[in-house]
């Protein structure tokens, strides 16, 4: 386990700062807002595109607080503070205030961006708190974005890509949790109701698209176990999943498989198998603990969980400058409940 921290440590600590290769999704108003994107957005310019560079930052804080004294720390703590100043973030706010940029990043960047806040948030420590501090006006930002959008959006986004709607709201959910935000926590339970708790029959059989790194499917049950406590969690996905075995076998959701991983694109399927891996989990902890299909949850998660942790060889910029995030997420529990919740739909 440690050896592979200090493997997914690298891969971010080599991208947060690389400035090229770079995608940017940069709406221009004029001749003048054509520049470098390390000076569009100077905090998180890095890891080929905006959100990647985000979540490459929780990766360095999730694992400096989670394993305090590995050798990779002192530099993660350096690229941390390096990024986290309070001119970059004010430089970010800049960008993302400019008329026409209200939609930047949403949802998948800006949940990404609460996930950062609140690993901050979380930590003990005295720079953790200033970088904290100086990412506040951003994350305050994001917030005032997603509160604006939501209650717009009629319908969810059943995407297995960036815009999906079930699996931002998820890390938006646990962000406001920590940061006890209630206003913005009961208008995303409320858009989490509208949107999902009433679907049923997921078509699981027409998964995953040929790009996806999320499931439409299972991140949406990922998402209700966030809200329902177990009784009512378990009636729902019945109605929602109801080919989940209850044999403990795995063979009823096969691993997605990359036959190009130079491809930006077909590459995703890498970070399906580790998403999946931690919705199946996350589902599993969900139902009551003597539902008969706990154990095909977890085999299912387990095959998935290999097959995504053995695709991180680093060899190829374009899986090594993301899939590191998605492993320390599953690896490290980040999306597991811990303590007490309430579950106001129950």
């Known amino acids: 386990m440690a050896a592979d921290l200090s493997r997914f440590a690298l891969l971010a600590l080599e991208c947060v700062h690389r400035r090229y290769p770079n995608k940017i999704a940069h709406h221009l108003n004029s001749d003048a807002d054509v520049k470098a994107p390390r000076e569009l957005t100077p905090a998180f310019f890095g890891c080929y595109d905006w959100h990647s ?13 989670t394993d305090p004294k590995a050798a990779y720390v002192p530099r993660a703590r350096v690229a941390l503070a390096r990024s986290l100043t309070g001119a970059n973030i004010a430089g970010e706010v800049a960008y993302q205030k400019v008329e026409g940029r209200a939609g930047f990043e949403r949802p998948y960047g800006l949940a990404w961006l609460l996930q950062l806040a609140a690993e901050l948030r979380e930590w003990k420590d005295e720079d953790a708190r200033r970088w904290s501090g100086a990412l506040a006006p951003l994350e305050t930002l994001a917030v005032e974005r997603i509160s604006g959008w939501l209650p717009k959006l009629t319908r969810p986004v059943r995407s297995g890509e960036h815009s999906q709607t079930a699996f931002a709201l998820g890390l938006m959910l646990d962000w406001a949790r920590l940061a006890g935000t209630r206003e913005f926590e009961g208008l995303l339970r409320s858009r989490i109701a509208a949107f999902f708790l009433s679907d049923q029959a997921a078509p699981l059989a027409y998964e995953p698209s040929g790009e996806d790194f999320l499931s439409p499917a299972l991140a949406e049950a990922d998402l209700l176990r966030r809200i329902l406590a177990p009784p009512e969690f378990a009636s729902w996905l019945k109605q929602f999943l109801p080919g989940i ?43 009551p603990e003597k539902d008969p299909r706990v154990r095909s949850l977890r085999a299912a998660a387990a095959v998935h969980r290999g097959a995504g942790l053995d695709a991180i060889t680093g060899e190829h910029y374009e899986g090594g400058h993301w899939l590191g995030t998605f492993a ?19």
């Open 53 to 65: 560079c985000v979540h490459g930052h929780w990766l360095l804080a999730r694992l400096a607080r």
């Open 245 to 287: 075995p209850v044999d403990g076998s795995h063979a009823w959701l096969k691993p997605g498989i990359v036959t190009d991983p130079t491809d930006g694109k077909l590459v995703h399927l890498d970070g399906l198998n580790l998403s999946r891996a931690w919705m199946l989990e996350g589902i599993a902890q969900g139902l």
């Open 328 to 346: 320390v997420y599953l690896v490290t529990g980040r999306g597991l409940k811990q303590g007490k919740l309430s579950f106001p739909f129950s």
